[in-house]
């Protein structure tokens, strides 16, 4: 897994993550630094997986497109810990406001 976090626009924190080629989900546990987050706070966790044809494309005479995205809210644990896995060829963005 390659990630990198920081600061967005409007100052919330975010955690960026691609996944490439794992033979089993990634776990994820993450705490930011610099802004200690509640247990039971949220966040907004988008993640972009491919199909599971390697060969499938996005077709944009027929408009099919073979990524899907999927939105989730998550609350943080004890410690402000969030907790989530990632399946091989993801690319998720965690979100905390």
Known sequence: MFYVAGKGEKGQNIFKAAVYNSTAPVPVSIKFDGRTAKKGERA????????????AVNDPWTQKNVV?????????????VFKFEL??????ALELR
Do not use: F, I, M
């Open 87 to 92: 399946e091989a060829l993801s690319v998720a």
């Open 44 to 55: 907004t966790l988008t993640v972009l997986t491919g199909p599971a044809d390697p060969y």
């Open 68 to 80: 899907k995205e999927t939105r989730s809210t998550l609350t943080a644990g004890e410690g402000g």
